[in-house]
């Protein structure tokens, strides 16, 4: 979501010529947009603000340039901004996540010397109607936030109070802002939003709002569009229409995200997730019944106060029964005004740290052993990204894993979804080949063991 608002603010600024540097030393103005959600993401804010610091200090000593505008974006911004007005004085302008569309105005009046400009509203108006175009900035795999902020109010989570209360875009400024990413060259999209499935946008022509499972269909139709994906959910709303959309869209990947969090229901009733380990199993199961091998990813918190070692054995106990393709898991971090942060059941660090890496060790070792059945496979991968090596390119598989393949001209391919043979599975992607036989591979050098083409 944060890449997809920084893109954003990239639009916003654009209209007002501005572009986008690659070097920030030679930025006008720094956007340092951030996140909140774990204590971790906010302490390197108070780092980077520091490097950037020194680096605009010996900016103004070695070419006598005037310091850039500093801009602190985000949830951070949204939290802590009067903290970061006092710990960083020096900052230009402080910006939630609801207001940015307000960048440009904060930017010139910053250039006529105005200081300490904090904009942390919820406004009325949603930000969404206040934004130019979509820029075609985001090539074949886009993102389109449909959805924004969380009512759920789990015990550990700052996100309903940084992106505030629940708010769904109109289904028709959804499906106009996919027809344009359509036109700019996405083929894939996957639909944004803290908590997507509660997703509840306005009809188009009036009548019952729409969930995310008719949405989904809708923009299916949409010619051009061939990928669709959704993150990131929570499992109580799944509805009925979601779980068949799984098996009835053939655009819709078999691979979705979808938070469990922990696999002790003692926790999970102390999180307020409201659902046990059993209802997420059964969930699971009707999902994979109408998508067969569906693909899952997850997130986990270990460390939750009040957290026992039976506890966590669940957890590891619901990872061994699901099996998941992949996912992300932490360490409990408390963040500021949440009721887990208040909790007396802390639990310490080291007890903490080995049982991430208990976890982790199981989460990887299925990670790996799903990369593994890959392998053989011939996968449609969507190419999306150039390699770093020369006549490599990247792209992705329906679940999500990282392929990297070699042709003659990787620029012809972006932007294609070709069939790959998958060679070799590592932790984190995959290598494979070019299923065409038509592909440029005729002539290119094979390793004389494998036979394999090599760049
Ligand atoms: N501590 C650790 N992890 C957290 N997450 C959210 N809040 C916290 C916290 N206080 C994790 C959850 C969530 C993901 C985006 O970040 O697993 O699903
Ligand atoms: Fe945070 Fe997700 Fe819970 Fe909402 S549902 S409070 S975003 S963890």
């Not at 009835?248 to 078999?254: C, K, S």
């Not at 009733?269 to 969930?283: F, I, K, P, Q, S």
């Not at 957290?307 to 061994?320: H, S």
Request: charged fraction near 25%; include cysteine; proline fraction near 6%.
């Amino acid at each position: 979501m944060n890449v997809y608002d920084a893109g954003r603010m990239a639009d916003v600024m654009a209209v007002h010529g501005y572009a986008q540097t690659d070097c920030a030393d030679e930025a006008e103005i720094t956007v340092l947009n951030t996140c909140h959600i774990r204590e971790k993401a906010s302490e390197k804010l108070f780092s980077d603000l520091g490097r950037l610091r020194r680096s605009s200090r010996r900016r103004a000593r070695n070419e006598g340039e005037n310091a850039p505008i500093v801009v602190v974006a985000g949830c951070v911004a949204q939290a802590e901004g009067a903290e970061i007005m006092r710990r960083a004085p020096w900052v230009d302008i402080v910006v939630g996540p609801q207001t940015y569309h307000r960048l440009p105005e904060l930017v010139r009046r910053a250039r006529t010397g105005e200081r300490g400009l904090l904009d942390i509203e919820f406004p009325l108006e949603s930000k969404f109607d206040r934004l130019p175009e979509e820029g075609a900035s985001q090539g074949p795999a886009a993102f389109l936030t449909i959805q924004e902020g969380c009512d759920k109010f789990c015990s550990f989570c700052v996100v309903p109070y940084t992106r505030g209360g629940e708010h769904s875009r109109p289904v028709a400024a959804v499906v106009a802002e996919a027809g344009r990413l359509i036109e700019w060259g996405a083929r894939e999209i996957t639909l944004l939003g803290q908590n997507v499935n509660a997703y509840h946008g306005e009809a188009p022509r009036g009548g019952a709002e729409w969930g995310l499972g008719r949405l989904i269909r809708a923009l299916a139709d949409l010619p051009g569009l061939a990928r669709i994906r959704y993150t990131t959910s929570h499992p109580r709303d799944m509805d009925e229409d979601l779980i068949a959309a799984h098996g009835e869209v053939p655009a819709l990947m078999p691979y979705l995200h979808l938070p469990v969090q922990s696999g002790s229901d003692r926790v999970l009733a102390a999180m307020g997730r409201r659902h046990t380990a059993g209802e997420y199993v059964d969930l699971v199961g009707r999902l994979r019944a109408a998508r067969p091998g569906l693909a899952l990813s997850s997130d986990f918190i270990v460390g939750h106060p009040g957290e026992e070692e039976a506890d966590f054995e669940a957890t590891m106990a619901l990872v061994r029964t699901v099996g998941f393709a992949q996912a992300y898991s932490f360490k409990y971090s408390p963040r500021p005004g949440t009721p887990a942060s208040a909790a007396g059941n802390q639990i310490g660090e080291a007890v903490k740290a080995d049982r991430l890496a208990r976890l982790q060790d199981l989460l990887n070792a299925q990670q790996r052993e799903f990369n593994r059945r890959t392998v053989g496979r011939t996968v449609p991968v969507l190419f999306d990204r150039r390699g770093r090596r020369p006549h490599q390119l990247a792209g992705r598989t329906p679940a999500m894993q990282a392929v990297h393949t070699t042709c003659e001209d990787p620029e012809s391919l972006m932007g294609e979804i070709r069939d790959v043979i998958v060679t070799e599975a590592h932790a984190n992607s995959l290598a494979g080949e070019l299923a065409d036989a038509r592909s440029p591979f005729a002539g290119a050098s094979r390793n004389p063991e494998t036979g394999r083409a090599i760049a």
